[in-house]
């Protein structure tokens, strides 16, 4: 299918999308949201990045595999790397009573570097939502570190991802579209 066809029938279920759902809006809004779409057609992963805990390191997320990957429509590659998480600002506290968990989006930079973002820190198992996608850098998975009910805190800079209180789940990403609500 010829990319300019590819478009146009993206165009057309925008279009269905926001008017069943009650959001068609002004054309304007229309506008928008067809830009951050093709905004995200231009910055998709195109092969499965493998994330896992890391084998070098355990504190990191290993990128597994090569990743082939779109920067502004054009291809890119990054190499397998282990990613650290920032310290402090990736610690997730310790609740008594409740697993504490957030999500960490895996973007790569035109020039393969990668970046963690964290999301919003949430209360109970399965609860936590991806951040909003950054600005620039092409997603290419996530990571869901949750800690168990307790006194022991997530410290980005020194735990290894498979101690006892630490559950880590990771996700291979191709397309992470625009969000419609503020939930994804």
């Known amino acids: 299918m010829p990319l300019g066809v590819l478009f146009l029938d993206l165009e057309r279920e925008i279009e269905m999308i926001a008017m069943s759902a009650g959001k068609a809006g002004s054309l304007q809004e229309q506008m928008n949201l067809f830009d951050a779409i093709h905004t995200n057609l231009r910055n998709l992963c195109l092969s499965p990045a493998g994330l896992a805990i890391g084998t070098a ?12 990957f779109l920067s502004g429509g054009i291809f890119k590659s990054k190499s397998t790397a282990e990613v650290v998480f920032t310290a402090t600002t990736h610690d997730i506290p310790a609740n008594a009573s409740t697993v504490q968990e957030a ?59 498979d101690e006892a209180h630490i559950t880590d789940t990771y996700y291979d990403f191709g397309y992470v579209g625009a969000r419609f609500d503020a939930a994804q």
């Open 57 to 68: 390191d355990k504190k990191k997320v290993l990128i597994a595999n090569t990743v082939v």
């Open 103 to 161: 999500m960490y989006l895996m973007t790569l930079a035109a020039d393969g570097t990668p970046t963690l973002t964290m999301g919003a820190i949430s209360s109970g198992a399965g609860t936590a939502l991806l951040p909003e996608r950054p600005a620039t850098g092409t997603p290419i998975g996530a990571v869901r570190v949750a800690i168990a009910a307790g006194s022991t805190i997530f410290d980005a800079t020194t735990d290894e991802l």
